[in-house]
């Protein structure tokens, strides 16, 4: 079953376009992440899904329902905010019970789902604390389980983990992961962390401009990206892309067999070969301690290259490099996949 599609879903504000007419169908039980930069409406995306905007043109259906002028309230969804939005007064069991309160579930029914939800997250030990008494980990658990006690099959998250240190997001990374997948929900993740989108997608929906650049797998698409945006925005050092002229790459005497419209040629670091072919001169070295990205110039454009950080001693001026032509990518004029 489509736990989310859009048909021709449109969202402006006067001049302003946030989102352009979008088809989009995401699937139940999936962990699908709306990914791409600030402004590119994958925000605006998920606030229309949960009713907190409405569409300017189109329609939208979770699980098979039209909810396109449904109020958020009867959708079926729950929703974790990027600033967890917790009440300060209140216990972390109340926290966790206060929308059920609202929708007046029944007590026994209400005890119930607290006591599953606080064992599923390790949150037992704090339930009479105030969020002001817990850190950041502990108050996203909260907001996380204020969430799942409403029994929803949809649940929306916009940028849930921003505001955590980096080892503790890597951690809930993988709690949340664990979660979705035990409990076989749908979840819709918002994100500009591309190592997030990576390590915890089952797809990826790629956002640029108010419009979808890519939706496929973590796997896809960095292995086979659709566009130069997707090519660029995808991995921890950036494709490099040349520019090729009369069969060459622009500004060398390096012959290139490039299919008809390709106009740039896309090599992701990592797939450079150190220490074999053509020698080339080396601009400037990034050392990260296991591995060395090293710039070269290749004619009149620069060329990153991954290697190993134990080469670090060993580059000095110049450099050999190599690739397997199999490893190349190749883009039209307009910047599309060929």
Same mark, same amino acid.
């Given at each position: 079953?489509?736990?989310?599609? +859009?048909?021709?879903?449109?969202?402006?504000?006067?001049?302003?376009?946030?989102?352009?007419?979008?088809?989009?169908?995401?699937?139940?039980?999936? $962990?699908?992440?709306?990914?791409?930069?600030?402004?590119?409406?994958? !925000?605006? !995306?998920?606030?229309?899904?949960?009713?907190?905007?409405?569409?300017?043109?189109?329609?939208?259906?979770? +699980?098979?329902?039209?909810?396109?002028?449904?109020?958020?309230?009867?959708?079926?969804?729950?929703? %974790? =905010?990027?600033?967890?939005?917790? =009440?300060?007064?209140?216990?972390?069991?109340?926290?966790?019970? +206060?929308?059920?309160? %609202?929708?007046?579930?029944?007590?026994?029914? #209400?005890?119930?789902?607290?006591?599953?939800?606080?064992? /599923?997250?390790?949150?037992?030990?704090?339930?009479?604390?105030?969020?002001?008494?817990?850190?950041?980990?502990?108050?996203?658990?909260?907001?996380?389980?204020?969430?799942?006690?409403?029994?929803?099959?949809?649940?929306?998250?916009? *940028?849930?983990?921003?505001?955590?240190?980096?080892? #503790?997001?890597?951690?809930?990374?993988?709690?949340?992961?664990?979660?979705? #997948?035990?409990?076989?929900?749908?979840?819709?993740?918002?994100?500009?962390?591309?190592?997030?989108?990576?390590?915890?997608?089952?797809?990826?929906?790629?956002?640029?401009?108010?419009? &979808? *650049?890519?939706?496929?797998?973590? =796997?896809?698409?960095?292995?086979?990206?659709?566009?130069? $945006?997707?090519?660029? +925005?995808?991995?921890?050092?950036?494709?490099?892309?040349?520019?090729?002229?009369?069969?060459?790459?622009?500004?060398?005497?390096?012959?290139?067999?490039?299919?008809?419209?390709?106009?740039?040629?896309?090599?992701?670091?990592?797939?450079?070969?150190?220490?074999?072919?053509?020698? $080339?001169?080396?601009? @400037?070295?990034?050392?990260?301690?296991?591995? /060395?990205?090293?710039?070269?110039?290749?004619?009149?454009? &620069?060329?990153?290259?991954?290697?190993?950080? @134990?080469?670090?001693?060993?580059?000095?001026?110049?450099?050999?490099?190599?690739?397997?032509?199999?490893?190349?990518?190749? =883009?039209?004029?307009?910047?599309?996949?060929?």
């Amino acid at each position: 079953m489509t736990a989310v599609s +859009f048909s021709s879903v449109s969202k402006t504000w006067d001049a302003t376009t946030a989102l352009h007419p979008t088809d989009l169908t995401l699937a139940e039980g999936e $962990f699908s992440v709306l990914l791409g930069p600030s402004g590119c409406g994958k !925000t605006t !995306t998920l606030r229309l899904i949960a009713g907190l905007e409405s569409p300017t043109t189109g329609q939208i259906r979770i +699980f098979e329902h039209d909810v396109t002028h449904t109020p958020s309230s009867q959708r079926g969804v729950s929703m %974790v =905010f990027q600033n967890y939005a917790l =009440f300060p007064h209140l216990s972390v069991a109340e926290n966790i019970v +206060f929308g059920l309160r %609202v929708r007046r579930v029944p007590e026994a029914d #209400l005890q119930s789902r607290l006591k599953k939800v606080l064992d /599923l997250l390790s949150l037992t030990a704090y339930q009479e604390r105030k969020p002001g008494q817990l850190s950041g980990g502990q108050q996203q658990r909260v907001a996380l389980a204020r969430a799942l006690v409403a029994d929803s099959r949809l649940c929306l998250m916009d *940028e849930p983990l921003s505001n955590l240190d980096a080892q #503790l997001r890597q951690e809930m990374r993988h709690e949340l992961r664990a979660l979705q #997948l035990k409990l076989g929900l749908s979840v819709v993740y918002v994100t500009h962390d591309q190592t997030e989108a990576m390590s915890m997608a089952d797809r990826v929906v790629l956002l640029n401009a108010g419009r &979808i *650049e890519q939706v496929a797998t973590p =796997f896809e698409i960095y292995q086979k990206p659709s566009s130069l $945006f997707a090519a660029q +925005f995808i991995g921890s050092a950036r494709m490099n892309i040349l520019e090729l002229a009369q069969g060459h790459i622009a500004g060398s005497s390096l012959v290139v067999e490039a299919p008809a419209g390709a106009v740039r040629l896309g090599l992701r670091p990592e797939d450079v070969i150190l220490g074999d072919g053509p020698r $080339f001169t080396v601009e @400037k070295t990034e050392f990260t301690g296991a591995d /060395l990205l090293l710039h070269a110039r290749v004619g009149s454009q &620069i060329l990153a290259v991954r290697a190993q950080g @134990k080469h670090a001693l060993a580059v000095q001026g110049e450099v050999q490099l190599s690739w397997n032509p199999a490893n190349l990518h190749w =883009f039209d004029e307009h910047g599309r996949r060929v």
